[in-house]
């Protein structure tokens, strides 16, 4: 995963919290919107405990450049534990990823509690099926 190059993963929960409490959002975002690619630092709640989710964003375009994707893929989440930290990849199947897309995904990593760490795919095909 690239997030390493572009985030400080070894921010804790009140580290990032703390940093947070100065900003207009709840998340810090590096890199320009919109883009095919965003790296972006939350706090959430994962497996019963506090977690600061440390998240690169990307198109399914974007992504297919540096991993091995279908003809027709779904979208991704891929979930890892580093040392210590949480790191995830998440490609969607937009266009462009703007703040709206942040927020969204935002509120879906919050909420989905059936959330583990792995690949998975998701959603509909991004050539063949309609929403």
């Given at each position: 995963?690239?997030?390493?190059?572009?985030?400080?993963?070894?921010?804790?929960v009140d580290e990032l919290?703390?940093?947070?409490?100065?900003?207009?959002?709840s998340y810090l975002v590096?890199?320009?919107?919109?883009?095919?690619?965003?790296?972006?630092?939350?706090?959430?709640?994962?497996?019963?405990?506090?977690?600061?989710?440390?998240?690169?964003?990307?198109?399914?375009?974007?992504?297919?450049?540096?991993?091995?994707?279908?003809?027709?893929?779904?979208?991704?989440?891929?979930?890892?534990?580093?040392e210590g930290s949480y790191?995830?990849?998440?490609?969607?199947?937009?266009?462009?990823?703007?703040?709206?897309?942040?927020?969204?995904?935002?509120?879906?990593?919050?909420?989905?509690?059936?959330?583990?760490?792995?690949?998975?795919?998701?959603?509909?095909?991004?050539?063949?099926?309609?929403?």
């Open positions: 995963m690239c997030i390493h190059k572009v985030l400080n993963i070894s921010l804790s919290e703390n940093e947070l409490s100065t900003q207009p959002q590096f890199g320009e919107l919109p883009a095919a690619k965003v790296y972006v630092q939350f706090t959430g709640n994962f497996e019963g405990k506090s977690v600061v989710w440390n998240t690169c964003i990307s198109t399914l375009k974007e992504y297919a450049k540096s991993h091995e994707v279908a003809d027709d893929p779904k979208q991704v989440i891929d979930i890892r534990l580093e790191l995830v990849e998440i490609a969607l199947n937009l266009e462009h990823i703007n703040r709206a897309t942040i927020e969204r995904t935002i509120i879906m990593v919050r909420k989905y509690k059936r959330l583990r760490t792995g690949r998975h795919e998701y959603g509909v095909r991004s050539k063949t099926e309609q929403v």
